[in-house]
């Protein structure tokens, strides 16, 4: 027999729908004359049947036992009601709560925690309420990686790494690769910005960057010792900038030590032009010009007097003109003997 309401196929004797639950009975053509397929000798006149002497006997039933078969009739049809209600709410939840396992497998969570709902609302079983907690700690966990993730894209390894240390992954093998992957490229990101900030000598930055991850991950063993290492450099480097701020600091005292006794020298050599001066050494040679480069034109001894002329730098020292020559003026300040 075809059920109206959903179309499937059932037995010619079925009172209702196995697919739908449709009550057959409505569907019944009562118009027409059902065939009994039982044995019609059974049905056929009998004349043992017929009371001897051709007295009729009555076999109806009296009022008292008709209602009481009717009673039979509507007790059994509220108890038939009953089962097939219950039977077929049992498999109404069964299909719900086979949809919902099946989403929570497929991580389809907000289909499934909506399932759950509908069988919490309709059971009240704790066993529902369980599921619907697990699966708001899972959807809280999938936007605590989002954001993890976002965080990390923006550079912002501090939070990126706070949201990560909230996640529980105890039971999930493949979330805690999610996490353990993010987690080490925060790690690789935060060493390229402490490498960056060192290469442009920022200790400072580095090391206060570096305290601000530690707060965040305080048992991080590798920022510890980057921390320790960029301690030590920073010291270093603060020592060696001292010691180069302490050579400059010299080399510019005696640069100025120097310019000052150029600056005497220049003063004296300039006060010897159109002077007599007197050979204190040995002996002095008058060159043909101004440096040990020029020949030696003749010699001068001590006590000899020479007129300077002009005077002038070279070799690292005064070369005075005297007229047909050049000589030193050490020979002539008692520098040279």
């Given at each position: 027999m075809?059920?109206?309401?959903?179309?499937?196929?059932?037995?010619?004797d079925?009172?209702?729908?196995?697919?739908?639950?449709?009550?057959?009975?409505?569907?019944?053509?009562?118009?027409?004359t059902?065939?009994?397929?039982?044995d019609?000798?059974y049905?056929e006149e009998d004349?043992?049947?017929?009371v001897k002497n051709?007295?009729f006997k009555?076999?109806?039933?009296?009022?008292?036992?008709?209602?009481?078969?009717?009673?039979?009739?509507?007790v059994?049809?509220?108890?038939?009601?009953?089962i097939?209600?219950?039977?077929?709410?049992?498999?109404?939840?069964?299909?719900?709560?086979?949809?919902?396992?099946a989403?929570?497998?497929a991580k389809?969570?907000?289909?499934?925690r909506?399932?759950?709902?509908?069988?919490?609302?309709?059971?009240?079983?704790?066993?529902y309420?369980?599921e619907?907690?697990?699966?708001?700690?899972?959807?809280e966990?999938?936007?605590?990686?989002?954001?993890a993730?976002?965080k990390?894209?923006?550079?912002?390894?501090?939070?990126s790494?706070a949201?990560?240390?909230?996640?529980?992954?105890?039971?999930d093998?493949?979330?805690?690769?999610?996490?353990?992957g993010?987690?080490?490229?925060?790690?690789?990101?935060?060493?390229?910005?402490?490498?960056?900030?060192k290469?442009?000598?920022?200790?400072?930055?580095?090391?206060?960057?570096?305290?601000?991850y530690?707060t965040?991950?305080?048992?991080?063993?590798?920022?510890?010792k980057?921390?320790?290492?960029?301690?030590?450099?920073?010291?270093?480097?603060e020592?060696?900038?001292?010691?180069?701020s302490?050579?400059?600091?010299?080399?510019?005292r005696?640069d100025?030590?120097e310019?000052?006794?150029?600056r005497?020298q220049?003063?004296?050599?300039s006060?010897?032009?159109?002077?007599?001066?007197?050979?204190?050494?040995?002996?002095?040679?008058v060159?043909s010009?101004?440096?040990?480069?020029?020949?030696?034109s003749?010699?001068?001894h001590?006590?000899?007097?020479?007129?300077?002329?002009d005077?002038?730098?070279?070799?690292?020292?005064?070369w005075?003109?005297i007229?047909?020559?050049?000589?030193?003026?050490?020979?002539?300040?008692?520098?040279?003997k």
């Open positions: 075809k059920c109206r309401n959903c179309g499937k196929e059932n037995k010619e079925a009172l209702f729908c196995m697919d739908c639950g449709h009550d057959l009975r409505e569907d019944r053509d009562f118009s027409k059902e065939i009994i397929n039982k019609h000798s049905y004349d043992t049947k017929i051709n007295s009555d076999n109806s039933m009296g009022l008292k036992q008709k209602g009481l078969v009717f009673g039979l009739v509507v059994g049809l509220i108890v038939f009601s009953l097939f209600n219950f039977g077929f709410s049992k498999y109404k939840y069964s299909k719900l709560e086979t949809s919902a396992k989403n929570l497998e389809n969570y907000k289909e499934a909506e399932k759950f709902s509908q069988l919490y609302e309709k059971s009240s079983d704790k066993k309420l369980d619907i907690n697990k699966i708001d700690k899972m959807l966990t999938k936007d605590l990686l989002n954001k993730n976002k990390y894209e923006e550079r912002d390894y501090e939070t790494l949201n990560l240390k909230e996640i529980q992954t105890e039971d093998d493949e979330l805690r690769e999610k996490v353990d993010l987690i080490k490229k925060n790690y690789d990101g935060i060493k390229s910005e402490i490498m960056q900030l290469a442009n000598n920022n200790y400072e930055g580095a090391i206060n960057r570096l305290n601000e530690l965040v991950d305080p048992d991080n063993a590798d920022f510890k980057m921390l320790e290492d960029l301690n030590l450099e920073k010291t270093n480097d020592k060696k900038a001292q010691e180069e302490e050579a400059t600091k010299q080399k510019a005696a100025e030590l310019a000052q006794i150029q005497l220049n003063l004296e050599v006060s010897l032009v159109g002077t007599y001066q007197f050979v204190t050494s040995g002996k002095a040679n060159r010009g101004p440096g040990f480069a020029y020949s030696i003749y010699v001068l001590r006590g000899d007097s020479v007129y300077v002329y005077t002038r730098r070279s070799d690292g020292r005064t005075c003109n007229g047909d020559g050049w000589i030193s003026y050490r020979t002539l300040n008692g520098e040279a």
